[in-house]
């Protein structure tokens, strides 16, 4: 078949057309089978489904490579209920600075501003595509609230040498496009969070906290002055609730969910851990970065390559002839290319998130074959040769 601009479709099709930055792409080979043991129609505080969440939570610990002095909990609504549960336990004690570069930080910064109604808060901001200051935030005084990655808009921390080892306030890391793709600086991180639909393919509904030795200090010795509702609490009498850490979750967890998050953590063992799993996502975003520099009308959103991400990486228009045509003409072409792909079959949930520049955003964690997207490339040339040719013609 051929386009509007009477271009031949590509011949390949990529295998897996799922390129959704969350959910994401379930491991290779996966099928409901992989679920078969799972310990349906018990309870979750049974022996077995204990035995279930306790094996969760040390198997997350092995593969990311989380260090034996942080506790880790399940906790209930994704990576977003993990983030309000340290929010609203652990804020208001000191001073707080929030980093905004993207949707989810602004997220933050609202319940900072609005909900908690922080008295002493700062917020530093950039727009999509960059990073702020990020010495402008003192996380030696300070608590520091901020993403790792950001996911609608491509940019990532580089490293964590900004925040000082000798530091009095805590660092609130959301991870959750970060985890199981980018190295954490454990010391660096006293709070970490992420979710199982990210870089593993988990199911969603269910996050993940980690906490470090400093931030139990904090649960244990600061008390919020607003009332705390049961799903955030952590401490029992002033003390850590160290059941929470051992799989003793909050509210019922799906054990479904719990059987594919443990069947999503033994194939990250299998393919080499931690270090494969990093160099599986590299691999990916390096070839959709190779192929947005050669293609004239793509470009990556992140305004650095060391602040590129390596699992949401998000496409800019660049094109400056689209761009000529203004702002409305430049949206309707990314979401042309994203429903041509996805009446076709190839990718599925490509477009930019609602908020972010008008644009394209392939998720490229570990969990995606990388030749799933060499195949899906000339498939965007394809579709943007198309988008382009029916500009022409409707303006004839």
């Known amino acids: 078949m051929t386009d509007p601009a009477g271009r031949t479709e590509p011949a390949a099709r990529p295998r897996v057309p799922f390129f959704s930055s969350g959910p994401c792409a379930k491991r290779p080979g996966w099928s409901p089978a992989a679920l078969a043991d799972a310990a349906l129609g018990r309870s979750h505080r049974a022996p077995a489904g204990k035995a279930k969440l306790k094996r969760a ?47 989810f930080g602004e997220t933050w910064v609202t319940d900072a501003v609005k909900q908690l109604r922080l008295a002493d808060l700062r917020v530093i901001k950039a727009p999509f595509g960059d990073l702020p200051d990020l010495s402008q935030a003192d996380a030696r005084a300070r608590d520091v609230l901020f993403t790792w990655n950001g996911t609608t808009s491509g940019v990532r921390v580089p490293d964590a040498r900004w925040i000082p ?26 709070v970490v969070t992420f979710s199982w639909q990210k870089a593993l393919g988990g199911e969603a509904g269910h996050g993940m906290l980690v906490l470090s030795p400093r931030a139990v200090a904090r649960l244990e010795s600061y008390t919020p002055p607003w009332p705390l509702p049961k799903l955030f609490r952590m401490t029992k009498g002033g003390k850590l609730n160290e059941g929470l850490f051992a799989g003793d979750t909050i509210n019922t967890p799906s054990l479904l969910c719990v059987e594919d998050w443990l069947d999503a953590l033994g194939w990250a063992q299998a393919v080499g851990g931690l270090p494969a799993l990093m160099a599986r996502a590299d691999a990916n975003a390096a070839l959709v970065t190779a192929w947005a520099e050669r293609s004239g009308w793509a470009a990556n959103l992140a305004s650095r390559p060391e602040i590129a991400s390596n699992t949401s990486v998000c496409l800019a228009m660049a094109d400056p002839e689209l761009l000529a045509r203004g702002p409305e003409t430049v949206a309707a072409v990314a979401k042309g290319i994203a429903r041509t792909l996805e009446d076709k079959g190839v990718a599925f949930d490509i477009g930019a998130y609602r908020d972010a520049p008008p644009g394209l955003r392939i998720w490229c964690g570990a969990t995606v074959e990388r030749d799933d997207i060499a195949a899906l490339l000339p498939w965007l040339d394809w579709a943007y040769a198309g988008e382009t040719a029916r500009l022409v013609a409707r303006a004839a």
């Open 57 to 103: 939570i040390d198997l997350t610990r092995e593969v990311l490579q989380v260090p034996a002095t942080h506790r880790i909990a399940i906790v209930p609504a994704s990576d977003t209920g993990a983030v309000e549960m340290a929010m609203w336990s652990l804020l208001g004690a000191r001073g707080v600075d929030v980093l905004a570069w993207e949707t």
């Open 165 to 190: 080892d000798d530091r009095d306030g805590l660092t609130i890391c959301d991870a959750t496009s970060a985890a199981f793709a980018q190295p954490l600086d454990w010391p660096k991180l006293d």
